[in-house]
């Protein structure tokens, strides 16, 4: 059973950088896409950036375009989010879901939550004004 593991979530100021890692263990991720998720408090899960399977494809939303940058080292099976220039309404926990599509090339930004096939628990990001 795949099992993902988001860490490097913390505390930053405004205008500062992190680094998000998604590791997977127990499987690979050689035929899955991960679309980054975040939830602020109140609200519901947002898609916000994917990579497919392949990594040379990523799609962001509007919100966190130019801002955001997914990669990945399927040597690693992980999958990072650098994240720049933070806002406070940034601050959220942070997933990231898996989904297997054999279509390496492809990922879905606006995938719908209930349509991922993995979770991890979600990483903490909060930035401070």
């Known amino acids: 059973q795949l099992r993902l593991v988001e860490s490097g979530g913390g505390l930053v100021q405004f205008g500062g950088s992190l680094n998000l890692s998604c590791a997977a263990s127990?499987?690979?991720?050689?035929?899955?896409?991960i679309t980054w998720f975040r939830q602020a408090p109140g609200k519901e899960h947002e898609g916000i950036s994917c990579i497919s399977a392949s990594g040379t494809n990523a799609n962001y939303t509007d919100f966190v375009k130019g801002r955001f940058t997914s990669s990945r080292d399927n040597a690693k099976d992980t999958v990072y989010l650098q994240m720049n220039d933070l806002r406070p309404e940034d601050t959220a926990v942070y997933y990231c879901?898996?989904?297997?599509?054999?279509?390496?090339?492809?990922?879905?930004?606006?995938?719908?939550?209930?349509?991922?096939?993995?979770w991890g628990k979600g990483t903490l990001v909060i930035v401070s004004p």
């Open positions: 879901a898996a989904r297997s599509n054999f279509v390496r090339s492809l990922c879905g930004v606006r995938s719908l939550p209930e349509s991922m096939d993995w």
């Open positions: 127990g499987g690979t991720l050689d035929y899955d896409y």
